[in-house]
């Protein structure tokens, strides 16, 4: 069935580095592309997100890069702070005639200062 | 400006019993997605509700299942409880089934006993 992988599970930086985080997904019909944040006991929080039409976005210290041929895409985030420390998904929609989505297993960023 | 709401909290049940678990939609959104979220994995789709209909369905058995409101607002129901159950329950709303931008609510933190 359709799967979305995600890689690292854990990624450790130190503040001011950048930590980037990839994912490839199964489904050549999937075409957008979102990474939530999750911190803690909290609900999963939109942070960015991509369209198949679209090879890049930038929003601030954060962005996302979409290969469609190679069925890949990452997060990019730069000069990273304390306060990125949360576990983050990629997703990927499950098919192209709907908005549900597959989620990867998490990435457990932890940004020392 | 009200975001998703969900209820209960908290919620404990022994094995067998029935769950019915609830969500508000954010203000302006018409469309329902309801994830299980076990500890440590990402957000799995168990299914979409627009128009008061089921629109699609993930990998999730028949015990599962819901129902969508004239206003929008959605419950989730489980039947026959198993240990495996056990989870994070989140619904998450957005603008229309064809538009991507899914927004999440806090969750219901399902233990089954």
């Known amino acids: 069935g359709e799967n979305v992988e995600q890689h690292p599970s854990t990624l450790s930086v130190q503040e001011g580095d950048s930590a980037v985080i990839k994912c490839t997904y199964s489904d050549s019909a999937s075409n957008y592309f979102p990474w939530y944040k999750q911190e803690l006991g909290k609900r999963p929080q939109l942070i960015i997100d991509?369209?198949?039409?679209?090879g890049e976005k930038k929003d601030q210290r954060i962005a996302v890069t979409l290969n469609k041929t190679a069925k890949h895409f990452s997060l990019h985030i730069t000069e990273t702070q304390p306060e990125d420390s949360a576990v983050y998904f990629c997703?990927?929609?499950?098919?192209?005639?709907?908005?549900?989505?597959?989620f990867g297993k998490g990435t457990t960023l932890s940004v020392s200062s | 400006d009200a975001g998703v709401t969900q209820s209960p909290t908290h919620l404990i049940k022994t094995r067998g019993q029935q769950v019915t678990l609830r969500c508000s939609p954010k203000s302006g959104h018409d469309t329902v997605s309801w994830y299980q979220q076990a500890l440590g994995q990402g957000p799995q789709f168990i299914f979409q509700?627009?128009?008061?209909?089921?629109?699609q369905r993930g990998n999730f058995p028949d015990r599962f299942s819901g129902h969508q409101f004239p206003n929008y607002s959605s419950e989730l129901n489980v039947n026959a409880l198993l240990l495996g159950d056990s989870a994070l329950y989140l619904c998450a709303s957005s603008l229309g089934p064809t538009h991507n931008e899914q927004f999440f609510g806090p969750g219901t933190r399902l233990t089954v006993l």
């Open positions: 991509i369209r198949s039409n679209v």
């Open positions: 997703a990927a929609t499950l098919n192209q005639a709907g908005t549900a989505l597959i």
């Open positions: 509700y627009y128009e008061e209909e089921e629109r």
